[in-house]
């Protein structure tokens, strides 16, 4: 079964709005990674998280870790139509083979 | 220099027919990934190479599927005899290490018809 879930499947919100997005995961972790897919092409990574690290921020990016309940969350804030795109989960169970999750479709409405 | 690019970045086959896809992962990137992904779906592991160690082909769904890399530099991979099921866009990623960010390429999107 997949290492990481992402939920919701689908979110619809305004533009200015926060989106925040969560990743459950099954076993342990060395990091975390968010990505994001705009048409169905290549990923874009967003921000690695280590199983050390609690928070991290890249601009209007924050990301949380919980190893705790095994639990991720990616929160954009001031949302915008460019931010459009689904987002990607993906964890290393402490191997070398990340496992990415279904994603979540983000739609960004002006 | 550039990011990972593959080619072709799309492809349209007829069922039966043998297909080559091409990775070129970023130079000095020593770990490279291919993945699967259908529509509307995550991404499926397929092969991960890793310098000049045997590869981990556990992700290939059939002995139809194979892979090759050269030392720390290109990357093939070949579908035999496809089938419908095996139309997808399919994902070559890289990294300086197993522990690091994977850096993706734009896909090649596969239509077997």
């Known amino acids: 079964s997949q290492q990481g879930e992402e939920d919701p499947q689908a979110l619809s919100i305004q533009e200015g709005e926060n989106a925040t997005m969560n990743c459950s995961y099954k076993t342990s972790i060395n990091n975390l990674q968010w990505y994001r897919q705009n048409s169905g092409r290549g990923l874009v990574h967003l921000i690695l998280i280590r199983s050390n690290e609690r928070e991290k921020h890249s601009g209007r990016l924050r990301v949380t870790l919980d190893t705790s309940k095994k639990s991720s969350s990616l929160l954009i804030t001031a949302s915008r139509a460019a931010d459009t795109a689904s987002y990607f989960c993906?964890?290393?169970?402490?191997?070398?083979?990340?496992?990415f999750g279904t994603g979540t479709r983000l739609k960004v409405l002006a | 220099g550039a990011g990972v690019s593959q080619s072709p970045s799309n492809k349209v086959t007829e069922k039966g027919k043998d297909v080559e896809l091409r990775c070129d992962p970023i130079s000095g990137h020593t770990a490279l990934y291919w993945y699967r992904q259908r529509l509307g779906q995550g991404l499926e592991f397929l092969i991960y190479?890793?310098?000049?160690?045997?590869?981990?082909k556990s992700g290939l769904p059939s002995d139809r599927f194979s892979a090759e890399r050269t030392g720390e530099s290109v990357s093939t991979l070949t579908i035999q005899r496809t089938q419908q099921e095996d139309s997808a866009v399919y994902l070559c990623a890289s990294s300086s290490s197993r522990l690091d960010t994977q850096y993706f390429g734009p896909g090649t999107r596969l239509t077997v018809l």
């Open positions: 190479f890793q310098g000049n160690s045997a590869p981990d």
């Open positions: 993906a964890t290393d169970g402490r191997t070398y083979k990340y496992i």
